[in-house]
């Protein structure tokens, strides 16, 4: 998907904030309203914008959620990157990265993703981007880390409780979410310090 977008004229600056304004006004409606009361009309009167100003930006609802999909995926990257461009790509800055905005996330009390559930809710194919994403996400992770074998438990625990979150079917209190945190934190340490366990048996 981002292939495409890169090769497109980039829009206006009027056009970028009317864009903007209707993505927002949709994630907005989806957690208010629910992902499944997600119209075109509701969102165009949510957005202030007419019908036909919405159509402009998102011919079909399809391309609304599309759009929802990759702006969830772009802001997510971008927040990693930023982080791991702070730390000079140190070993492990990745892994750490992912598990400060998991962290961050949870103590700021975030809602689900409404937009991304609207999208999965309505078309299940919109799952594809988000594997490669994903994937993408732990091939780096791994190649970043001291131990990748480490950076996988960390991985597979934080996407558990990410999982959970957005399903709304959390089962752990706020005192077992620190003890894990707590022992994913001790972990990566551990694996930082012994560089050259990630073969051992």
């Not at 962290?103 to 937009?115: A, D, F, K, N, T």
Request: net charge neutral; glycine share 8%; charged share 25%.
């Amino acid at each position: 998907m981002s292939s495409v977008s890169e090769i497109k004229v980039k829009p206006s600056a009027p056009r970028k904030r009317a864009r903007e304004k209707i993505l927002s006004a949709a994630e907005e409606l989806a957690r208010v309203a629910g992902p499944g009361n997600l119209s075109l009309d509701a969102v165009a009167a949510r957005a202030g914008v007419s019908k036909g100003g919405l159509l402009y930006h998102f011919p079909t609802k399809a391309k609304l959620l599309e759009a929802l999909v990759e702006q969830f995926l772009a802001s997510f990257d971008q927040a990693l990157r930023e982080r791991e461009d702070a730390s000079a790509g140190a070993p492990d800055s990745l892994v750490r990265a992912y598990l400060d905005i998991l962290v961050g996330e949870h103590l700021c009390h975030q809602p689900p993703p409404s937009g991304l559930l609207a999208a999965l809710g309505e078309n299940p194919n919109f799952l594809a981007p988000v594997r490669r994403f994903d994937r993408q996400l732990l091939d780096r992770m791994k190649a970043n880390a001291s131990d990748p074998v480490m950076a996988l438990i960390v991985y597979l625990s934080l996407h558990g409780i990410k999982s959970m979150q957005l399903l709304n079917i959390e089962t752990i209190d706020g005192e077992e979410f620190d003890s894990v945190i707590a022992r994913l934190r001790a972990l990566i340490g551990a694996g930082a310090a012994s560089p050259g366990r990630s073969g051992a048996a």
